[in-house]
């Protein structure tokens, strides 16, 4: 199940909810995606941007400067600030991962290569920080300039910390919260700013980005392994074939017997992956429960996010973003 399958679901009231905001996001992205000397950039951006993506960042921005009572019209500047940084991080991942689909089609280091899909990335920070500096607030600058770095730096933490059994869940929470909830905390916190809301109302903001984006990356680590039912519908096993530490596998790890970690060193250290080994590897998660473990801290972080919006002000606003916390979870369920 998807976040878009129908329009009851939370994304889509908020996106209904804020369809003039996100035409005029979604306008602009256009317009400053654009490049009158170097046409591939527009191609390879629009590979992506139009791809169908539900647009979950910028959404954030614009429903955070909303429910904080701000007019307009800079919390578009900064819808498509974060959605440039988000897109910038996919072009690059697509790249380091060495991925072949994104939103079910070909990514764009395929379609074209590697040095293209690089360099229009680093073309998609520029023009982000472009984006961010029209709004002319200091602060906001300050967030989402060291929510980049931050981003930057788990997606270098995870590459170090891949395929180390000795990865533990701090580690993993140190690198979802880099490479995930940075962007969802900064995009949720510059909406309060934007609208000079008081600090604790910021501070909230900042919060459910952080613990929602946390809930969010640990929903995907386990949709990978097909969620804790097998009737997700989503191919399962990327991960695992990239040898990549998630949370299910770190669980699974640190309970296993010996025979067991002989197992996970040669597959996932050494990376001798056989047939039959994914199937071995969800038997072992299922034995230790590390699949159900991780839809209970995803849906303990849904919780805080959910806590957190209790100092902003109530309304439909609100209560759609606590909607989505739960949904995010749910998808899972």
Sequence with gaps: MSLDETATKPHDRLAA?????????????????????????????????????????????????RLCGYPGPYHVHLAATVE?????????????DESRQRRGRPTANLLWDNKSSVLVGDYLFARSFQLMTEAGNM????????????????????????????????VYLQVIRGKTAALFAAATE????????????????????????????????????????????KNTGDDFRERKLTLPVIQAVAQAD?????????????????????????????????????????????????????ALPAGELRDMLADLADYVVARVA
Excluded: C
């Design 17 to 65: 909810h804020l369809s003039a905001d996100m035409q005029a996001v979604n306008a602009l992205i256009r317009d400053r995606m654009a490049s009158e000397h170097a046409p591939r950039i527009p191609e390879v951006t629009a590979h992506l941007v139009e791809a169908g993506g539900k647009r979950l960042r910028p959404m954030l921005t614009l429903a955070a400067a």
């Design 84 to 96: 440039f940084i988000h897109t910038a991080t996919l072009l690059h991942d697509d790249v380091v």
């Design 139 to 170: 602060r906001v600058l300050s967030i989402l300039s060291n929510a980049s770095a931050v981003i930057a730096e788990g997606e270098v933490l995870q590459l170090t910390a891949a395929q180390d059994l000795r990865t533990d869940e701090a």
């Design 190 to 233: 510059v909406g309060g700013v934007l609208a000079g809301a008081p600090e604790d109302q910021v501070q909230a903001l900042h919060d459910y980005g952080d613990a929602l984006g946390i809930a969010f990356q640990m929903v995907d680590d386990l949709l990978d392994y097909g969620g804790v039912a097998e009737t997700i519908g």
């Design 258 to 310: 010996a025979e067991e970690h002989v197992f996970w060193t040669r597959v996932i250290e050494k990376g001798d992956q056989r047939e039959g080994d994914l199937d071995h590897a969800l038997m072992l998660m299922r034995r230790h429960g590390t699949l159900q473990a991780t839809r209970d801290a995803a849906l303990d972080w849904a919780g805080r996010a959910r806590d957190a919006l209790g």
